[in-house]
């Protein structure tokens, strides 16, 4: 079955290191996006990339770096830089950005200690 | 960053019930809306995507309306069932990205 994997599930890091979260699709869409969740807030976008070897910022990319070298992939490097890095991260993958619907991976929720 | 608003944060109803929602956004530089349905422990999924100003969309016992020139959309639920329990996301795309909402919690009681 078509569909995007995120892993880990839960990831624990100390403070001052850097982490990077997986996020492999499987459904030949050419868009891939990483979106933040806080408590009380409407998921915010970290980076997207429309094609492969090119992304872009979205509202919240500092502190957050991405690659796309491949179109099933699009990993999502935590860095030290970001000051508030607990959070759960959910990518999610489209053939085209308005037209169609997102499909989501599961989530990884990163706690920072 | 765009400001998109879903009324009310949280719902509780009976089984059988009906209810709906409102997700507001400004109506300037509008492209579409999507609402998606996000059950716990796992990933949202798609219910419906809307362009067209009017636009109605139904999907089972749940349908959605969309009104872009006064910037709402609003989902219906006819006959809630304890699998409806949900939260229920809508996003609204300008032309370069999506912005949601963050979502009603909707809880049906058996």
């Given at each position: 079955d078509g569909g995007i994997t995120q892993s880990p599930k839960y990831l624990f890091r100390k403070e001052g290191q850097n982490v990077t979260l997986s996020c492999e699709q499987n459904l030949n869409h050419d868009a891939m996006y990483w979106y933040r969740q806080d408590p009380g807030q409407g998921l915010r976008l970290i980076y997207y990339s429309q094609i492969v070897n090119d992304f872009q910022k979205g509202d919240i990319a500092e502190g957050y770096s991405v690659s796309r070298e491949k179109k099933e992939s699009f990993p999502l490097t935590v860095t030290s830089a970001q000051k508030n890095p607990t959070a759960f991260y959910l990518c999610a993958s489209s053939l085209r950005q308005a037209d169609y619907g997102y499909t989501f991976g599961s989530g990884t929720r990163l706690t920072v200690v | 960053i765009l400001n998109v608003e879903q009324s009310p944060q949280s719902l509780h109803v009976q089984e059988g019930d009906s209810t709906n929602f409102t997700c507001s956004f400004p109506s300037s530089n509008f492209y579409a809306l999507h609402w998606y349905r996000w059950e716990t422990a796992k990933s949202p999924e798609a219910l419906f995507v809307m362009t067209l100003n009017g636009d109605e969309k139904k999907?089972?016992?749940?349908?959605?309306?969309?009104?872009?020139?006064?910037?709402?959309?609003?989902?219906?639920?006819?006959?809630?069932?304890?699998?409806?329990?949900?939260?229920?996301?809508?996003?609204?795309?300008?032309?370069?990205?999506?912005?949601?909402?963050?979502?009603?919690?909707?809880?049906?009681i058996p």
């Open positions: - | 999907k089972g016992r749940i349908s959605a309306t969309l009104n872009t020139k006064e910037g709402y959309s609003y989902l219906y639920i006819k006959g809630s069932q304890p699998e409806d329990s949900a939260t229920y996301l809508c996003a609204t795309f300008t032309g370069n990205q999506f912005y949601f909402g963050t979502g009603t919690s909707l809880t049906v």
